[in-house]
């Protein structure tokens, strides 16, 4: 194994503390990526379990605006690329097509699939999330996927036309159990659509802040390509989307129904080698550039802390909290923190014990700077915080390198 990046310790970056929590010790664990030499799967040890972090989670993902949107475009790309729009075909709308969405949160996805009149089911993990899914009419099973519960899931509802794993791939430690459980869900001649970040663009554009104990693995098309032929399943296609700050969409199905990968993986595979991450030269320059991102803000909320303007945060995400504990940010350079999810009201964040508060609180104090925590949702948040220019107040994005900016009314 090669070091990418050591990171110290941290707590679970979603473990948001409630107030009377305060006083009590806070586990926190090593968050050190390495990279394996053999299959070049960038890693981190499996400190905590899937279900320490996931039985009650504190992410619900509709409370994203340009994240539903989407997943609503996903939808209606998927169902044409699957055919179950096709009519008259045996996956058809309004036949007896089956879609399954492993992680499926609070339903934010599938309710578009509800809408379209096919049949589906989510897995979720997490109790209220799950439930919140159910109450959105969106038919949800509260477990964690293994080959077992795919079985089952295939004996009572039929084999799944398409099976959906977004932003769950990198979750999992058991990465063969996991794959094992999607081939066990999907039909013979079906199709297996998974949304992971990018290792590419991560490395490319300082995206350190994504490293956190709920992610296991860090994928490239090579080490993915891997990890599917553990479970059955062989890669015929990849996109590239810029969500998560660059991410990978893979489709696959069932070795003996997938034939040939298309030009696209190839052209993938061969800009990850490009890029040396099949060798260790690949990632010598990664953990220099986290330490610049970390000196620059740390400069840059010292200076504004003598100058005696006020920063807040925007957004309390879990990629928030590995950058805020490896700066050492505090409420005295950071005063508190906004979220639009009503569950992160009123607690703190893990570690760094900065109060996130309604959004509602940025125009009531007006602030000097707002600093993004999400940074991924640039475009989206820019738009939402517009209002913050009626006081001169000014944008911070951290990664991938300090950016100040204006903000139009």
């Known amino acids: 194994m090669g070091s990418v990046v050591d990171l110290g310790a941290t707590p679970p970056c979603e473990s948001f503390l409630a107030a009377d929590q305060l006083d009590r010790a806070e586990p926190a664990y090593p ?6 030499t053999a299959c070049w799967l960038a890693q981190i040890p499996p400190l905590i379990t899937p279900e320490e972090t996931f039985k ?9 605006t340009s994240w539903v949107e989407h997943a609503r475009t996903y939808v209606a790309d998927a169902v044409r690329k699957v055919g179950l729009d096709s009519e008259g075909s045996e996956g058809s709308e309004g036949s007896d097509a089956f879609v399954v969405e492993v992680a499926s949160n609070d339903g ?12 589906c089911l989510g897995i979720e993990p997490s109790v209220n999330v ?20 795919g079985a089952a899931v295939r004996a009572e509802h039929g084999p799944a036309n398409l099976v959906v794993a977004n932003n769950v791939y990198a979750h999992i430690p058991d990465v063969v159990g996991f794959t094992q459980g999607l081939r066990a869900l999907v039909a013979d001649d079906g199709w297996v ?39 059955g399943l062989a890669l015929v296609d990849v996109e590239l989307l810029p969500t998560h700050g660059g991410s990978i969409r893979l489709w696959a199905r069932p070795t003996e129904a997938a034939g040939e990968p298309s030009q696209q993986v190839a052209d993938v595979l061969a800009r990850e080698k490009a890029a040396g991450l099949q060798e260790l030269s690949g990632y010598a320059e990664f953990a220099a550039r986290v330490a610049k991102v970390r000196r620059d803000l740390l400069k840059f909320l010292i200076e504004a802390a003598e100058r005696g303007e006020t920063v807040v945060g925007y957004g309390a995400p879990g990629k928030g909290n590995t950058l805020l504990n490896h700066c050492g940010i505090r409420p005295d350079l950071l005063a508190y923190t906004v979220d639009r999810n009503p569950y992160k009201h009123g607690r703190f964040t893990p570690g760094t014990r900065i109060p996130i508060l309604p959004p509602e609180r940025i125009a009531a104090d007006k602030p000097d700077y707002v600093l993004v925590l999400p940074w991924n949702l640039r475009a989206e948040l820019t738009e939402q915080l517009s209002f913050v220019h009626e006081w001169g107040g000014r944008l911070v994005f951290p990664i991938p390198e300090l950016s100040i900016v204006e903000v139009n009314s």
């Open 56 to 64: 009650e989670y504190a992410y619900f993902s509709s409370y994203s």
């Open 193 to 231: 659509s998974i949304e992971v970040q990018h290792l590419l663009t991560l490395i490319e554009e300082n995206q350190y802040d994504t490293i956190y104990h709920e992610h296991f693995q860090y994928y490239t098309v090579a080490s993915a390509i891997r990890a599917l032929a553990s479970g």
């Open 31 to 36: 968050l050190h990526l390495r990279v394996c």
């Open 108 to 119: 934010y996805l599938l309710k578009h699939v509800v809408d379209r009149g096919i049949r």
């Open 130 to 149: 799950g439930a919140a899914a159910r109450d959105a009419g969106v038919p949800t099973l509260t477990e964690f996927l293994s080959p077992e519960t």
